[in-house]
């Protein structure tokens, strides 16, 4: 039987610049070429699921705007079901904005937008069903999280946390989770320990 997987969490919409380099202050590069593309911590994470063969709902927050529309669009063509997915009148779907150097380097800059719009107080609604895991991430309110993971915990659910974008986020106010995901200046944000060698990330995963 495939497994049920809630997303609680983010989608956005990328915009991918491929460059040589990214520029210095004040300078202008040429770049190679532009595209847009569905993104977010959160959904690839479900389209990701949805393609190994889970059953995957989303509950999220997009713009009433052309983005959210696309975004849902590739959604439901991803077989993510999206009967809990908001549309906000009046906000900007989440976006991002990616420079792709030549060398593999990205940077990123993102905008949540609508996703910090994503309430807490819809989620016993959605909880009313059965999900054998629920995944997270840091791109939508604590309070959202927080609420998911309570009502997850209550229910036995496994509880996935990615913990990106690095930031100083608050963990202690969160109740416990199964899995917390960290990559390593997401890591250094939360404990100030930059995983370099096997002694700093045992020292690290010690405070997490």
Same mark, same amino acid.
């Given at each position: 039987?495939?497994?049920?997987?809630?997303?609680?969490?983010?989608?956005?919409?990328d915009?991918?610049?491929r460059?040589?380099?990214?520029?210095e202050?004040?300078?202008?590069?040429?770049?190679?070429?532009?595209?847009?593309?569905?993104g977010g911590?959160?959904?690839?994470?479900?389209?990701?699921?949805?393609?190994?063969?889970?059953?995957?709902s989303?509950?999220?927050?997009?713009?009433?705007?052309s983005?959210?529309?696309?975004?849902?669009?590739?959604?439901?063509?991803?077989?993510?079901?999206t009967?809990?997915?908001?549309? %906000?009148?009046g906000?900007? /779907?989440?976006?991002? $904005?990616?420079?792709?150097? +030549?060398?593999?380097?990205?940077? *990123?800059?993102?905008?949540?937008?609508?996703?910090?719009?994503?309430p807490?107080?819809?989620?016993?609604?959605?909880?009313?069903?059965?999900?054998?895991?629920?995944?997270?991430?840091?791109e939508?309110?604590?309070e959202?999280?927080a609420?998911?993971?309570?009502?997850?915990? %209550?229910?036995?659910?496994? /509880?996935?946390?990615? $913990?990106?974008?690095?930031? +100083?986020?608050?963990?202690?106010? *969160?109740?416990?989770?199964?899995?917390?995901?960290?990559?390593?200046t997401?890591?250094?944000?939360?404990?100030?320990?930059?995983?370099?060698?096997?002694?700093?990330?045992?020292d690290?995963?010690?405070?997490l």
């Open positions: 039987m495939a497994a049920k997987i809630l997303l609680v969490g983010s989608v956005m919409m915009l991918i610049l460059c040589e380099r990214a520029p202050p004040s300078e202008s590069v040429l770049g190679h070429d532009y595209r847009n593309a569905p911590k959160g959904s690839n994470a479900a389209v990701a699921a949805a393609r190994t063969g889970a059953e995957v989303a509950y999220a927050t997009v713009g009433n705007d983005n959210g529309e696309y975004l849902l669009d590739c959604w439901k063509k991803e077989g993510v079901d009967t809990f997915t908001i549309v %906000k009148d906000a900007n /779907t989440g976006f991002v $904005a990616i420079t792709l150097e +030549d060398n593999g380097q990205n940077r *990123l800059i993102i905008f949540p937008g609508a996703n910090m719009l994503t807490p107080d819809e989620l016993e609604k959605v909880f009313e069903n059965d999900f054998d895991a629920v995944l997270l991430q840091f939508i309110p604590l959202t999280n609420k998911a993971i309570e009502l997850a915990n %209550k229910k036995g659910i496994i /509880t996935v946390l990615d $913990a990106g974008p690095a930031q +100083d986020y608050p963990l202690e106010k *969160l109740p416990p989770v199964t899995i917390l995901s960290p990559n390593e997401e890591t250094k944000a939360l404990v100030g320990i930059y995983p370099a060698d096997e002694e700093s990330c045992r690290a995963a010690k405070k």
